[in-house]
């Protein structure tokens, strides 16, 4: 049985090609175009894995990360941050925001694959 991941991305054709690639790896995913939506999603889907843009509207992907690791109930949940952003302090800002790890668009899908692989292997159920 695959796992639940939440994909929060405000770019249509990114997020089609997310889910896309969250269906073909076999897991179950729900979207989220802005920050607010992401929690919502998030809180009611209790994901294995959150892929997540940075960049969103109404929140930032920072501090959906932050809301994510401030919940107990959702501390076994990853994050794996997306972004355009791909300078040092960016990377480092989404780490110390406690992102699992941090892809740069544009990404590979071979690559992006292999990550989630390695992120949702061993998880429970």
Same mark, same amino acid.
């Given at each position: 049985?695959?796992?639940?991941?939440?994909?929060?991305?405000?770019?249509?054709?990114?997020?089609?090609?997310?889910?896309?690639?969250?269906?073909?790896?076999?897991?179950?995913?729900?979207?989220?175009?802005?920050?607010?939506?992401?929690?919502?999603?998030?809180?009611?889907? *209790?994901?294995?894995?959150? $892929?997540?843009? $940075?960049?969103?509207?109404?929140?930032? #992907? +920072?501090?959906?990360?932050?809301?994510?690791?401030?919940?107990?109930?959702?501390?076994?949940?990853?994050? +794996?941050?997306?972004?355009?952003?791909?300078?040092?302090?960016?990377?480092?800002? #989404?780490?110390?925001?406690?992102?699992?790890?941090?892809?740069?668009?544009?990404?590979?899908? *071979?690559?992006?694959?292999?990550?989630?692989?390695? +992120? +949702?292997?061993?998880?429970?159920?």
């Amino acid at each position: 049985m695959g796992k639940r991941v939440v994909i929060a991305e405000d770019e249509e054709s990114i997020l089609a090609s997310l889910e896309f690639l969250v269906r073909q790896a076999g897991h179950e995913s729900r979207s989220a175009r802005d920050g607010n939506e992401a929690l919502g999603a998030i809180e009611a889907f *209790r994901p294995h894995l959150v $892929l997540l843009d $940075l960049m969103l509207p109404q929140k930032s #992907g +920072l501090e959906v990360c932050f809301a994510i690791r401030a919940n107990p109930r959702l501390q076994d949940t990853k994050v +794996l941050m997306l972004t355009a952003k791909g300078g040092a302090n960016e990377v480092a800002r #989404g780490i110390a925001a406690g992102a699992d790890d941090y892809v740069i668009k544009p990404f590979s899908t *071979r690559e992006l694959a292999e990550r989630l692989r390695l +992120l +949702l292997d061993g998880m429970a159920p």
